[in-house]
């Protein structure tokens, strides 16, 4: 399955399901609901919100980390179409989101219109961000997701200097390393990690199904779904699929 093929089939689930997926998941493998080493509770970012109500963004992670800027550090990085924000905009495809650490601080901005007028001309499928955006009704005609902690009129100095891109950030409280999975809704933006994007999506698509079951279910008979929405039923409708699969 390759990328867009991945893509396209997130596209059916919603954050709060996948979220759900990369729970299971990551508890299986640390075989501890309460171990916070999982980092299952890190991967909902907090705070960061969509401002294309209605739209779904899902796109392989291309990161940019935001530093407080220094007189060292702003004359040490390149300027202009070399600089590290234009590298990591210049990097995305449609199949990719650029995800970009503003260190939560939500009311400095970390881009307008005539930056991101670079991932509409790459036809990148949105950006994400704990901070917020510039000009955010003209960056809209971009057609482009975008989700943020806010908008601004303001400018990204004295709070935030892009200083490198491609590396692993954290937005919203969330890790992010190039090529995560982003997803994102009008519940908020779920990271899915690279190296269980599969096991995910293989968990999602049949609690999806297990679902529909429970609520078909409940109205049929005119009960609470509580009847059927429990770990027993769940436990059930698993060992008719195993049953199914013999």
Known sequence: MNKLQTIERYRKLDSATIFGGIRAILIAKTKNEYNAASGYEKTFMRGVNNQTMGKMLVGFARTLRMVPPRLDIINEKPAGENSPEFEAMSSCTEENVLVIDAMRFHHASVGGDVKF????MNKAEGVVTDGS???????KKYNFKIFSAGRTGSIGIPDVWPYEANVTISCGEAVVKPD????????????????????????CEKHQKDEKI???????????????????FFKKLNQQEKSNDI
Do not use: C, H
């Open 133 to 139: 955006i510039r000009d955010l009704n003209e960056v």
């Open 180 to 203: 995560d999975l982003i997803v994102g809704d009008d519940d908020g933006v779920v990271v899915v990690p690279n190296f269980i994007i599969n096991e995910v999506l293989m968990w």
């Open 117 to 120: 007028l670079n991932l509409y």
């Open 214 to 232: 429970i609520k078909d279910l409940a109205l049929k008979e005119n009960v609470s779904p509580g009847k059927y929405y429990n770990p027993e």
